[in-house]
């Protein structure tokens, strides 16, 4: 049974830069068979995709947050990272990571590269308060 | 971005009722819409996957149907422990997009 446990401040000040560690246990990260990845949740408020990352080291961003985000992979530890530059008060919210079930699809009889799926396995989530 | 829109956005039900919540894409999606439940101060939980399919260890009395852009989620028999909030999300196309959740209370 995987377990992915999110560390790091709870406390950031406005225009700083937001880092988050996800460490996995119970599975390693270098399988082809998941991507890696960040959901957030601002107060009150619903689920928002942040990103994803491979064990190629292949990543992918929501667009809204591209500019200001960098998902990193540390396969000797089994762990990935999220940075978030130039937070503002918006970017309080709690971070979840999360195991990214992919699927590999057969079109025209090619298979294509895999694609993010599903969320099967979630952090407990970090709150992460953006104040001065 | 492809736009998920949930009804109702929140409902009160009886145990034992038979509850349905919608899901709609603002386009086709073909069965690529999962669905979640999220207990207060938890992570949300993977219940259904490909629109129909149960993962493993949930209760029966959770089902999913639906394809296109129309989907649905049903509890069979409403029981305490399902208080949560529900939330659909579709991987048909980057970035993965949730709807805006539904809020499940007992009456």
């Known amino acids: 049974q995987v377990h992915l446990q999110e560390s790091g401040p709870g406390l950031v000040k406005p225009s700083q830069t937001l880092s988050l560690t996800c460490t996995v246990s119970?599975?390693?990260?270098?399988?082809?068979?998941?991507?890696w990845s960040w959901v957030r949740q601002r107060p009150g408020k619903g689920l928002e995709f942040i990103g994803h990352?491979?064990?190629?080291?292949?990543?992918d961003y929501n667009a809204s947050l591209k500019s200001r985000v960098k998902i990193s992979l540390d396969t000797s530890k089994n762990q990935f990272s999220l940075k978030v530059t130039s937070v503002t008060a918006a970017d309080t919210a709690i971070y979840y990571c999360?195991?990214?079930?992919?699927?590999?699809?057969?079109?025209?009889?090619?298979?294509?590269?895999?694609?993010?799926?599903?969320?099967?396995?979630w952090g407990q989530g970090a709150l992460v308060t953006v104040s001065s | 971005d492809i736009q998920m829109t949930q009804s109702p956005s929140s409902l009160s039900a009886s145990v034992g009722d038979r509850v349905t919540i919608t899901c709609q894409a603002s386009?086709?999606?073909?069965?690529?819409l999962n669905w979640y439940q999220q207990k207060p101060g938890k992570a949300p939980k993977l219940l259904i996957s490909d629109a129909s399919n149960l993962e493993t260890g949930v209760p029966s009395r959770f089902s999913g149907s639906g394809s296109g852009t129309d989907f649905s989620f049903t509890i069979r028999s409403l029981q305490p422990e399902d208080i949560a909030t529900y939330y659909c999300?579709?991987?048909?196309?980057?970035?993965?997009?949730f709807g805006q959740g539904t809020r499940l209370a007992i009456e």
């Open positions: 386009q086709d999606i073909t069965k690529y």
């Open positions: 119970g599975g390693s990260i270098s399988s082809d068979d998941y991507f």
């Open positions: 999300q579709q991987y048909d196309s980057f970035p993965i997009t």
């Open positions: 990352i491979a064990y190629s080291g292949d990543t």
């Open positions: 999360a195991r990214l079930r992919t699927i590999r699809i057969t079109l025209f009889g090619e298979l294509l590269p895999p694609r993010a799926r599903a969320f099967d396995s």
